[in-house]
């Protein structure tokens, strides 16, 4: 053996066992067209579907800016800590953080992408005839064969007819006759993700184009549907603030009754506003009971009733005996007893600005834990403050909360004794603070309440596409999509061989509705023999 040939014997093994190497890596193009499928798969639909509804969690466990900005203001001041992390996670407004955002976009995509190929597809399956039969039809999951007395011109005849009224699709060949039915399936199929696209643009449109402010009013007051009037306010990128309905509202009387006795005594059962408004400058004054879940509307804008609360009355006067502001200040509940605190602040008063922080308590009392309320409604109420002088910082530009004091820049008023100077005052009393530097007086009580004005215009659009969403729905899980055959070839002295076999074009879909189809075209064709299922081909009864 040449050395040469000997080479090749002994290189060949090694050749063969050398390892495959690494797979090339895809092309740009060929990366863009992975990613593309991978995304419009109805597996990562319904994974973004599912990761949309776990990030809605959030919007209603923790308090949202554009719903309830109290509520919001309670969250930060009892969670110091938490509260700047919430801030930076923009759990706050879920629905406007651009992680929403960004899982909503990738949804949307999705399902475009899933839902229009299949769309063209299905247009052209309900546009092309019924397949020819198969060549076994005994191997289908329903059979059944016989002889007929009669020609196969005639059997096949009454089999189209007897299918047609059934509502097949029914296609004549020479020898035998396809039917199917049930394409509404699909139909409902795409109707129900064509639906949620719907759903996901009314919803932006809404978000878009709407807009949700809320504003808090004392009874005997009221607002106009302004910018300016509002609390806090958030919008879409569409929003006009030229179209903004110019409806005003005065808040005439706010009541809630509580539960008096029992367990669960001090539960509110029931809160009822009484609206006094205009849905025009030039419009007639009208009355509406506002109650929860039960907003007014005006010109496609809703007024709705979210929260409630004490605005105790107070006049200030300073050391010059003046008048420096009387008014009702809201305080903030605390808890279901509606234990408020609050800030009153006094710009004008001479020499120095006065400032008063403390509790307002609708029955009062004072214990070892503090000054605390034992019951929600005002059935002894008492203002517990104590004083302050000095700047209230209101001008350094720096925006200030209304229910908080900086007493960074203030002298806190002290008694005879040298300690802290505070007051529990019941309606009509006074405290008079030291050096003759003014008084504050408990004048008498307000509720207050919290309304929020909200204009969705993709709210219509959504109810809709989530009707028809739920049509889609139970067509796909109510309709059944088959197909039947039914074969008949001559089998001598006028008479034929008779097959009739059905499929279901779902796997897994019950077996008794295809029974049950077959039995009822083998008996309109005068057979009463065997079942279906069966090979055997018999004479006819």
Not at 136 to 152: C, K, Q, S
Not at 316 to 326: A, K, M, N
Not at 347 to 375: H, K, V
Request: hydrophobic share 40%; aromatic share 8%; proline share 7%.
């Amino acid at each position: 053996m040449t050395d040469a040939a000997t080479e090749r014997l002994t290189s060949a093994p090694q050749a063969e066992s050398e390892p495959p190497g690494p797979p090339s890596a895809m092309r740009p193009a060929e990366l863009v067209r992975w990613a593309w499928r991978q995304l419009t798969s109805m597996r990562t639909a319904l994974a973004l579907l599912f990761l949309l509804a776990m990030a809605s969690v959030p919007g209603s466990l923790v308090p949202q800016s554009g719903i309830d900005p109290v509520r919001v203001a309670q969250f930060k001041a009892a969670h110091p800590g938490l509260a700047p992390w919430y801030e930076r996670l923009s759990l706050f407004s879920v629905f406007s953080a651009p992680w929403f955002a960004a899982i909503y976009l990738l949804l949307f995509v999705s399902l475009a992408g899933c839902v229009l190929p299949r769309s063209k597809a299905h247009w052209r399956a309900m546009r092309a005839a019924p397949p020819r039969p198969p060549r076994n039809l005994e191997r289908l999951p329903v059979h059944v064969g016989w002889r007929a007395g009669r020609d196969p011109a005639s059997v096949l005849d009454e089999a189209a007819r007897e299918l047609r009224s059934r509502h097949y699709r029914v296609v004549r060949h020479e020898d035998a006759v396809s039917a199917e039915k049930g394409y509404l399936r699909e139909t409902g199929n795409l109707l129900f993700h064509t639906a949620l696209i719907g759903l996901l643009v009314a919803v932006a449109v809404g978000n878009l184009y709407g807009y949700k402010g809320s504003v808090l009013v004392v009874e005997k007051a009221g607002f106009s549907n302004t910018l300016a009037a509002y609390d806090s306010f958030s919008h879409g990128a569409g929003f006009d603030e030229d179209k903004l309905a110019p409806f005003t509202v005065e808040l005439d009387r706010l009541r809630v009754r509580y539960q008096a006795t029992g367990d669960q005594r001090g539960a509110p059962r029931d809160f009822r506003a009484t609206l006094s408004y205009q849905s025009a400058p030039t419009a007639a004054t009208r009355r509406y009971a506002l109650r929860v879940n039960h907003p007014l509307v005006l010109d496609g804008t809703k007024v709705f009733l979210i929260g409630n609360g004490y605005a105790p009355i107070f006049t200030v006067r300073d050391s010059t005996g003046e008048q420096v502001f009387s008014g009702p200040v809201p305080f903030l509940p605390q808890d279901g007893n509606n234990t408020s605190v609050g800030v009153v602040k006094v710009e004008g008063a001479t020499p120095e600005q006065l400032g008063f922080q403390g509790f307002f308590l609708p029955t009062g009392t004072i214990d070892a834990r503090g000054p605390i309320s034992t019951y929600p409604d005002l059935l002894l109420p008492t203002a517990v403050l104590t004083a302050f002088r000095g700047d209230l910082g209101t001008g350094s530009g720096v925006p200030q909360s209304i229910y908080k004091l900086d007493t960074r820049a203030m002298t806190q008023f002290t008694g005879p004794t040298g300690k802290p100077l505070a007051g529990a005052l019941r309606p009509g009393q006074e405290m008079v603070l030291p050096d003759r530097q003014g008084s504050i007086r408990f004048d008498g009580v307000r509720r207050y309440a919290t309304l929020q004005v909200a204009h969705d215009p993709g709210k219509s659009p959504a109810l809709l596409a989530a009707a028809c969403a739920l049509l889609g729905l139970m067509l796909s899980l109510f309709v059944k999509r088959r197909r039947v055959w039914v074969r008949a070839t001559a089998a001598g002295g006028g008479r034929s061989l008779v097959e009739v076999a059905a499929l279901a074009r779902v796997e897994g879909e019950d077996r008794d509705g295809l029974h049950d189809e077959v039995t009822g075209v083998v008996s309109s064709l005068g057979h009463e023999g065997a079942g279906p299922t069966t090979s055997t081909i018999g004479e006819e009864d």
